[in-house]
């Protein structure tokens, strides 16, 4: 939904008060590239999920029984956490879309299928026996 003429205003002059405030920040703000941030979050998540790889086969190599079951489930937890940050890092790097452009395009989706899937499937029936006595 785009801003109001107010809002934008509003907001030019935020942005100018800020400016105005504190310009080295602003500037720092300016310079910051995301992809930066989202490499180094895939790294650390790739250092996790090797940690969390090692604690798995420490319990594996460990089998003393309770302790080893508890240290292999933390091992997967730790590596699925790590392995779930790194997916959302990867999308994020490879330039999927953002979760409200996927929300707008689903919501455009379901407007088109209103229809109950056995209405569909009647439609789809008749399409066929009509193309067919053609």
Request: aromatic letters at 6%; zero cysteines; proline letters at 3%.
């Amino acid at each position: 939904m785009p801003l109001s003429e107010h809002e934008q205003r509003l907001l030019e002059q935020i942005e100018r008060d800020l400016y105005a405030d504190d310009p080295k920040l602003v500037s720092t703000v300016r310079s910051i590239n995301p992809r930066t941030y989202a490499i180094r979050r895939l790294w650390r998540s790739t250092a996790l999920f090797i940690v969390g790889l090692g604690v798995l086969v420490a319990a594996v190599v460990i089998n003393s029984g309770a302790a080893s079951i508890v240290l292999g489930l933390l091992g997967f937890v730790v590596m699925l956490l790590a392995a779930l940050r790194g997916s959302a890092d990867l999308r994020r790097l490879g330039g999927r879309p953002d979760l409200d452009s996927r929300s707008r395009s689903r919501r455009s989706r379901v407007h088109k299928t209103r229809r109950s899937f056995t209405e569909r499937a009647q439609e789809r029936w008749q399409r066929r026996w009509e193309d067919r006595d053609r």
